[in-house]
């Protein structure tokens, strides 16, 4: 029988710890086809961050490192001066990235750190069971904004991969999504690229990803897909906002 | 084997240097800057790196990052700085990484003030961060020791696979004293199989981890621990004795307050009043061994700290209750005068 469909190599043959529904196994299943694609695998070193993602390191083939929640960018910036021949990623939630790494993500960037960051936005902390996030919308109901968020009260979402374009030492900076075929391969093609960048040395490389949330949203897979597209991409266009690459 | 005059932060930055250390991250803060700024000057010309940080959190993770690497990593700071240090620190106990870290101690709580003190030795010794961890603590009380502990400091952070602190002072940080350069001692680094380097297609991957869902198996992997610290306790207790073997009164005494300390013996001597001095150099593990085998002799003990008595919790509890525990110590960064540790002494010896 012929194969035409399997897991890439970089993955580890082990069940994922997510919801049903959720789309961070697209987004898992991204990084690892460009790893394999890029023949990358034996030098790359994966950061997991606290959240959802927070037991990635058993998911990617690649070494990994847990870091503390937020400081996944420093201790990628450990990683990376100790070695400067690895290739380097973090793997991070919007809380994780936009709260509490807030200094830690903007500093890498403004380093131009030769790392990759997968920044998986799904407006929303999953882990802790739903709560505001620094990407949460405007009236959007959470554990904690349970009358929706009032920016009047909790301030407004951040848009991360607009503010962080503005840096010298952002080489990529882009936003995809995984909520189509077409997104899917859009996204398939900016992280592989972020992964170039990186061992081309060109610097700070990021890829938002918007992502999904059924259990916290209170939605089915297939609305929040539809709920990602109505609320969450007129908040956060997808586009590249950021590539030295283009800049000639 | 030269000889030379340096000031006590960068004789600490030297010693890391020579000890193998090529990687050090940092954040400015008083008063241990001299240090960070040695590190600056000399890590490009030896092909080292030094990354200033964006604060201490983010450098202690960037120590983090870099230790998992499997390289000789440092950091140093001041008080408030260790604070918030202490989170990267429990990470990095909880998983099994070697690094050291300097604490150029200055007055606390809070912002405190910016002059010699000894009030975080509950922190070094007790609580550094959250969870049933410890480090190693090194007190050294002299440059020259200084540059010897940062040594045993690096090879023991390896060895036992865990965190290593000098807990030194602004005081000792500041001073100058001629110090003995060895260059030719060199240093072996050991292997690190565990290390992430990139697995090369040739391994199973590597994890560096703290996190472990099963209560079971984060019980387990703590008792390991707690087994090396137990050896630990066993084989690397230093203390200095000082005129200790004929005391009547015994001095325990660190760092900075331990050479105040030792004038004012000198001076009660003179007076006829045999005091003597066990001077920790480990705070962690609490040279407890060498308190013990003065107990029987010594009519008192006194703790003299620059701090409102934190290590008299320890010195007591190496007592045990068997002979009365004074204590004598200043604060806020105000350093004992050898007159007020000989009036205590005095005191003392007229059973006041």
Known sequence: MTVVFD???????????????????IIHRLVAQAIDDLNIEGDTIGVSPVGCAVMNYDFFACDMVQAPHGRAPAVATGIKRANPENIVFTYQGDGD????????????????????????????????????????????????????????????????????????????????????VRNVNQAQKAIKKAFEYQIAKKGFTLIEVLSTCPTNWGLDPVESLDWLRKHMMPHYPLGVFKDIGEEK | MTKVLMKGNEALAEAAIMAGCRHFFGYPITPQTELAAYMAKKMPKIGGVYLQAESEIAAINMVLGASAAG??????????????????????????????????????????????????????TRAIGHGDFHLMVYAPSTIQEMMDLVKLAFDNADKYRMPVMILSDGMLGQMMEPVELNEKEGFTEIEKPWAVTGHKNKREHNVVNSLYLSPARLEELIKERFARYDVIKKEEQKAEEYLADDADILIV??????????????????????????????????????????????????????????????????????KPVHFSGRTGGMIPSPQEILDKIREIKEGK
């Open chain 2, 71 to 124: 390289k000789r990593v440092m950091t140093s700071s001041s008080s408030p700085g260790i604070s918030l240090k202490s989170e990267g620190l429990s990470y990095i106990a909880g998983s099994d990484l070697p690094a050291v870290i300097v604490n150029v101690q200055r007055g606390g709580p809070g912002l405190g003030g910016i002059q010699p003190s000894q009030a975080d030795y509950w922190q070094a």
């Open chain 1, 7 to 25: 897991k890439p190599k970089a993955l580890r043959d082990v069940p994922f710890s997510y919801c049903p529904g959720c789309t961070h196994g």
């Open chain 1, 97 to 180: 990235l936009a709260a509490i790494g807030t200094a830690e993500t903007v500093h890498a960037a403004a380093r131009g750190e030769n790392i990759t960051i997968i920044f998986v936005n799904n407006a929303i902390y999953g882990m802790t069971g739903g709560q505001m996030a620094p990407t949460s919308l405007k009236d959007q109901i959470t554990q904690t904004t349970p009358y929706g968020r009032d920016t009047n009260y909790s301030g407004y979402p951040i848009r991360v991969s607009e503010m962080l374009a503005t840096i010298e030492g952002a080489a990529l900076i882009q936003r995809v999504s995984v909520d189509s």
């Open chain 2, 253 to 322: 005494a660190y760092g900075a307050s331990s050479r105040i300390s030792r004038t004012a013996i000198n001076e009660a001597r003179k007076e006829g009043i045999k005091v003597g001095m066990v001077r920790p150099i480990t705070l962690w593990p609490f040279p407890d061994k060498f308190i013990e085998k003065h107990i029987d002799h010594s009519k008192d003990f006194l703790c003299v700290e620059m701090s409102m008595g934190q290590m008299l919790d320890d010195v007591k509890l190496a007592v045990n209750g068997k």
